[in-house]
């Protein structure tokens, strides 16, 4: 196994300034997200918004992938590329963004309901993402381990109805976009035998999951984008924490204070 490379109180206080930037680049970019709108523009902003905060496009790092922003709609799961497709009120738009600052990368992604207030189905849908995200980071203390993290997401979308999504997980991260340990939303072996968690570890926590069933293909057009092969909506949401003995601090917000 990879070794897990554990930061000191300095580095995490960086990752903390690059992820509060990049909290309120993401906030801007969901802002932006308006019936008529395309994912170049919503791509544009974020190369504009991530160069004024004094950093780089983190996703930009990543083997010929050239874009700051990976943006997903309706069936799109992950890593969607930006195109000129026109949202429509009702679509659900996952903005996944990352900045590299200081020496350091930080990641987040929400999922929102374009042009109008959620209701029924997809309100609920949306929620438990949220709910569940939160759930799973409190579980990211010393002495846990990550499978911790995998039993809560997979449990608690089960119970509201909804499938994760077993081949794409979270990520160790700090001076590499993905570092060791990877974070599966289930549980695919023995909890102990699993990573222990430490104080020290920055992760990013995300929870992937669809309204159909788990399979998934890749798109054929542009080779990146992973969308559910029955083409039901899909949500993800994922935040970079860090690890303490005094429980989980969540990096990517606004405030950069906030503890779960």
């Not at 109180?9 to 997200?33: F, H, N, S, V, Y």
């Not at 999504?165 to 001076?175: F, K, Q």
């Not at 690890?243 to 601090?249: C, T, V």
Request: with cysteine.
């Amino acid at each position: 196994m990879t070794k897990i490379t554990l930061k000191s109180p300095q580095e995490i206080d960086l990752m903390r300034q690059g992820g509060q930037k990049l909290a309120r680049i993401r906030q801007q970019l969901l802002t932006a997200a308006k019936p008529g709108t395309t994912g170049l523009v919503i791509e544009a902003l974020a190369q504009k918004l991530i160069k004024q905060a004094g950093g780089q496009a983190s996703f930009a790092t990543v083997d010929k992938y050239q874009w700051a922003t990976c943006i997903n709609i309706n069936a799109g799961v992950v890593h969607g590329v930006p195109n000129n497709y026109q949202f429509k009120t009702g679509d659900l738009v996952s903005i996944d963004v990352g900045i590299y600052y200081q020496g350091f990368h930080t990641d987040c992604s929400t999922t929102i309901m374009v042009g109008a207030v959620p209701s029924g189905e997809k309100a609920k849908f949306l929620q438990t993402g949220r709910q569940v995200l939160k759930k799973a980071i409190a579980q990211a203390r010393p002495g846990k381990r990550v499978g911790h993290i995998s039993r809560t997401i997979e449990s608690n979308l089960h119970a509201a109805g909804y499938q994760p999504l077993p081949n794409l997980t979270g990520h160790g991260i700090g001076r590499q976009l993905h570092e060791p340990p990877h974070i599966p939303g289930v549980v695919r072996q023995p909890i102990k035998e699993t990573p222990q968690l430490q104080s020290g570890m920055t992760v990013a926590i995300e929870v992937i999951y669809a309204l159909g069933n788990s399979d998934t293909r890749v798109s054929p057009e542009d080779h990146w984008t992973v969308i559910s092969k029955d083409g039901k909506i899909t949500a993800i949401f994922e935040e970079t924490i860090a690890i303490k003995n005094d429980g989980p601090l969540i990096l990517t917000t606004m405030s950069g204070k906030i503890k779960q």
